[in-house]
């Protein structure tokens, strides 16, 4: 059964893009959700008109967010967090900090945007996590956890 999706499905595709999928997946999951549409000829020549008025908005987030992928692949954040005497963590660093940190550095980044190296990082050290900031702009960016001062 081929849809259209409506929203970002990870592991499955982009919004407007048109998908094949199982029938399950996509009548008791997908549909009733809204997350897609049957891609029946009538709802093909709706999307395709309003790709064609979509274009110049997404060439724009697109150019957008290419800006934020240049300025941020080219430095180190630091992170600090209470650790042990070997380095390991008494919590966890999760994607949440990394995109607060960048918040308060003046860049506005949703934290279903990151992809980090693991879920929860556990150890002081170097790391590095990848930025899906539009689906055809990705980015690096290079972060360090380090031991809050006191806590070793």
């Known amino acids: 059964m081929q849809v259209i999706l409506k929203e970002d499905v990870k592991n499955l595709g982009y919004?407007?893009?048109v998908v094949t999928v199982r029938n399950g997946y996509g009548q008791n999951f997908?549909?009733?959700?809204?997350?897609?549409?049957?891609?029946?000829?009538?709802?093909?020549?709706?999307?395709?008109?309003?790709?064609k008025?979509?274009?110049h908005k997404v060439a724009k987030l697109k150019m957008d967010?290419?800006?934020?992928?240049?300025?941020?692949?080219?430095f180190t954040i630091t992170l600090t967090a209470k650790a042990g005497e070997n380095?390991?963590?008494f919590g966890s660093v999760t994607s949440q900090q990394l995109v607060d940190k960048l918040k308060n550095m003046g860049y506005t980044i949703d934290k279903k945007q990151v992809v980090m190296p693991a879920d929860h990082i556990k150890q002081v050290?170097?790391?590095?996590?990848e930025l899906v900031l539009h689906r055809e702009v990705k980015g690096k960016i290079q972060f360090e956890v380090v031991a809050a001062e006191g806590n070793q």
Do not use: F, M, W
């Open 87 to 89: 380095g390991k963590l």
């Open 65 to 74: 967010a290419q800006g934020i992928a240049d300025a941020i692949s080219g």
């Open 53 to 55: 008025q979509r274009a």
């Open 30 to 51: 997908l549909i009733p959700k809204g997350i897609a549409v049957i891609a029946n000829d009538t709802n093909k020549k709706i999307h395709a008109e309003v790709v």
């Open 15 to 17: 919004k407007d893009d």
């Open 125 to 129: 050290g170097q790391y590095s996590a």
